[in-house]
């Protein structure tokens, strides 16, 4: 059975930094791509950036690029995504997700999602 288990929320203020943790068992992460998404309060859930199995091709809705950077440990089956400069609108609850599809591009869809943690809040106080 395959879980992730999310790490590292928190309040910060408007320009400060987190680092989020996605921590998977059950299978290798270097067996999937992973992602990121999101979900602020009332909306519905967005995609923030993804990772392709190696770890070697990334992608990033437009308005976190240049602010959050998105890894992978293999060796320590944890996908972190780090995120500067942060706002008030990136308040919301953040997930991750893994793909097995072995080899597909880093994608933003939802659906091509197979595996999802529980969610982990970041506040970002202005």
């Known amino acids: 059975q395959v879980q992730l288990v999310e790490s590292g929320g928190g309040l910060v203020q408007t320009g400060g930094s987190l680092r989020l943790s996605c921590v998977i068992s059950g299978r290798p992460i270097s067996l999937y791509a992973m992602g990121w998404f999101r979900q602020a309060p009332g909306k519905g859930r967005e995609f923030v950036a993804a990772?392709?199995?190696?770890?070697?091709?990334?992608s990033y809705e437009d308005s976190v690029k240049g602010r959050f950077t998105i890894s992978k440990d293999n060796a320590k089956n944890t996908v972190f995504l780090q995120m500067n400069s942060l706002k008030p609108e990136d308040t919301a609850v953040y997930y991750c997700?893994?793909?097995?599809?072995?080899?597909?591009?880093?994608?933003?869809?939802?659906?091509?999602?197979?595996?999802w943690g529980q969610g982990t809040q970041v506040t970002v106080s202005s």
């Open positions: 990772i392709n199995w190696s770890g070697g091709s990334t």
């Open positions: 997700a893994a793909d097995r599809s072995l080899g597909r591009a880093p994608t933003s869809k939802e659906y091509e999602y197979d595996y």
